[in-house]
């Protein structure tokens, strides 16, 4: 059973560690330890969990942990999730937009007895493009949809287009909303050739994620049309989906999928 500690007591967060107290994930995870800049927030996901729940700085909680979830910030994560890797144990980060900066510092640390496990999240066909990369992959793009309003913008009444560039420069400039950038530049060519576009689309009443891939597989072309969460309309319900998955993975014997 993972001991576990969650890092940020808000929407994800919460979420998973409810979802950790029911099948399939029960039984093979218990929650020992909730932190958050927040006290009150902490103490509220801490009244709603079975069992003892500590609210704990985050070195005594990585020090009570096997597991522990980032479900914090792009800001914060960097630091949560080096110092739980530097000791040794398994994390789920889920603000990956904070980690791309530090990708290879956090590979060398989980050479070294650690292990980073980054959901899926709101998009589709991450296996593809992480097979894609053992031959050659020759293009990734990602194209993202979303109301007006969610980015500032209610007043539009036609398209516009926000970003055009790399992963890496749209992290930077939109770090509240492009964690599948993140994502899916970790999975295939990198920060530097994986392409973005941002549209702020008045027709569209869901953010809307597509891909494509090309390479000596084939192509591929991969498109999600996601409901917000009912506790947050800013947290896709896929995301904390894909994250109970890979923790069901985690736990599993047979691993389905790359």
Same mark, same amino acid.
């Given at each position: 059973?993972?001991?576990t500690?969650?890092?940020?007591?808000?929407?994800?967060?919460?979420?998973?560690?409810?979802?950790?107290?029911?099948?399939?994930?029960?039984?093979?995870?218990?929650?020992?330890?909730?932190?958050?800049?927040?006290?009150?927030?902490?103490?509220?996901?801490?009244?709603?969990?079975?069992?003892?729940?500590?609210?704990?700085?985050?070195?005594?909680?990585?020090?009570?942990?096997?597991?522990?979830?980032?479900?914090?910030?792009?800001?914060?994560?960097?630091?949560?999730?080096?110092?739980?890797?530097?000791?040794?144990?398994?994390?789920?980060?889920?603000s990956?937009?904070?980690?791309?900066?530090?990708?290879?510092?956090?590979?060398?640390?989980?050479?070294?007895?650690?292990?980073?496990?980054?959901?899926?999240?709101?998009?589709?066909?991450?296996?593809?493009?992480?097979?894609?990369?053992?031959?050659?992959?020759?293009?990734?793009?990602?194209?993202?949809r979303?109301?007006? *309003?969610? &980015?500032? @913008?209610?007043?539009?009444t036609?398209? /516009? !287009?926000?970003? $055009?560039?790399? #992963?890496?420069? %749209? +992290?930077?400039?939109?770090?509240?909303?492009i964690?599948?950038? *993140?994502? &899916?530049? @970790?999975?295939?060519?990198?920060?530097? /050739? !994986?392409?973005? $576009?941002?549209? #702020?689309?008045? %027709? +569209?009443?869901?953010?809307?994620?597509?891909?494509?891939?090309?390479?000596?597989?084939?192509?591929?072309?991969?498109?999600?049309?996601?409901?917000?969460? $009912?506790?947050?309309?800013?947290?896709?319900?896929?995301?904390?989906?894909?994250?109970?998955?890979?923790?069901?993975?985690?736990?599993?014997?047979w691993?389905?999928?790359?």
């Amino acid at each position: 059973m993972y001991r576990t500690g969650i890092v940020g007591c808000g929407t994800i967060g919460s979420a998973l560690g409810l979802g950790l107290q029911r099948p399939p994930l029960a039984g093979a995870f218990r929650v020992v330890a909730v932190s958050d800049l927040d006290p009150a927030r902490a103490a509220a996901l801490a009244r709603r969990l079975r069992g003892p729940v500590a609210i704990l700085p985050l070195a005594m909680l990585i020090r009570r942990s096997d597991l522990v979830i980032e479900a914090a910030s792009a800001a914060a994560a960097p630091e949560i999730v080096t110092r739980a890797l530097t000791a040794r144990r398994t994390v789920l980060a889920m603000s990956v937009g904070g980690l791309l900066s530090i990708a290879a510092r956090l590979r060398a640390l989980s050479r070294r007895g650690g292990h980073l496990l980054t959901p899926s999240g709101a998009i589709a066909g991450l296996d593809a493009v992480k097979a894609g990369c053992l031959g050659r992959l020759q293009r990734v793009v990602l194209t993202t949809r979303k109301p007006p *309003a969610a &980015l500032g @913008l209610g007043h539009l009444t036609a398209p /516009r !287009t926000l970003f $055009r560039g790399s #992963a890496a420069r %749209a +992290v930077r400039a939109f770090p509240q909303n492009i964690n599948v950038a *993140a994502t &899916l530049a @970790l999975a295939g060519v990198g920060p530097a /050739r !994986t392409e973005v $576009r941002i549209i #702020a689309d008045p %027709a +569209v009443t869901r953010n809307i994620h597509e891909i494509e891939a090309v390479g000596t597989f084939g192509r591929l072309t991969a498109r999600v049309e996601n409901r917000p969460s $009912r506790e947050n309309p800013k947290t896709s319900q896929l995301a904390i989906l894909s994250a109970q998955a890979a923790l069901e993975s985690l736990a599993s014997a047979w691993r389905i999928g790359t």
